[in-house]
């Protein structure tokens, strides 16, 4: 069995390269440099960054930047970075297609920003970020429910 590519602090990680979305692509291909796990950085730096991100393209990427917020945080502020994460990674999930997994995330992660609507901290737009969410699993929802219906190829026979 080959080695398994280890960080620095012995966990496992994939080293294949990623695309904006990050889906793994062959080994040896350019991809999209990945995003640094476990980086310390203030609510309005890790807000900054990952907005950057998103306005890039790169939904998966801010994720792992809520992601580190999300770790890194005690209650009450972790509940909010997870939602906050959630929706990026429901982001992403309807960027490349997966309408299920865009309509689970996106769902969980409004109703996880859901305690921070009355008080938003940080200047987040809990409120817009729900209605933005739950309008894109909306619209993929209805994506799935109006899926062309298989044809006929041949015609039956009236009688």
Sequence with gaps: MADRDRDDSGRARNARPRDGLGRPLPYGS??????????????????????RLLDDGKPFHAHEVFEDAWKASDEPAR???RGLAQLAVGLTHALR??????VSLLDRGALNIEPYRV??????DVAGLQTWARALADEAK???RTEPSVPRLVSVPAG
């Design 30 to 51: 350019a991809g999209v440099e990945r995003q640094p796990e476990g980086v310390p950085r203030t609510p309005d730096e890790t807000l900054v960054e990952a907005q």
């Design 79 to 81: 509940g909010l970075w």
């Design 97 to 102: 297609g997966n309408v299920n997994g865009a």
């Design 119 to 124: 008080d938003p901290p940080y200047g987040i």
């Design 142 to 144: 209805v994506r799935v």
